[in-house]
């Protein structure tokens, strides 16, 4: 059983919009800090947008923060990523991220590829 399951990826125009979703299982999201993390060629995995099991606070990385919501469905056990006004280079494999909020299990996603262009 794969613990993280992203899907919604694909190739989107700039300007448009895509919604990426997490599906966790063997877990409970809950208990875990939630992320999403993307990584583009060439480049380190970079931190996009997190959410705080503790608090339900959420923060996001300094090129997405207008135009990205990370939310959680803590009864369906999904995580989700919204993003708009989509830029070329938000062109990248998308990771999701699931560590235990009070110890250092943690779980990561296969990917999702997010292409945009014209």
């Known amino acids: 059983q794969v613990p993280l399951v992203e899907s919604g990826g694909g190739l989107v125009p700039p300007g448009g919009s895509l919604r990426l979703s997490c599906s966790a299982s063997g877990f409970a999201i809950n208990k875990y800090h939630m992320r999403w993390y993307r990584q583009a060629p060439g480049q380190e995995r970079e931190l996009v947008a997190n959410s705080n099991a503790h608090d339900d606070s959420t923060n996001y990385a300094e090129g997405v923060k207008d135009r990205a919501t990370i939310s959680r469905d803590n009864g369906e056990n999904m995580l989700y990523l919204q993003m708009t006004n989509m830029k070329p280079e938000d062109t990248a494999v998308y990771y999701c991220?699931?560590?235990?909020?009070?110890?250092?299990?943690?779980?990561w996603g296969q990917g999702t590829q997010v292409t945009v262009s014209s």
């Open positions: 991220y699931a560590r235990y909020a009070w110890g250092d299990r943690e779980y």
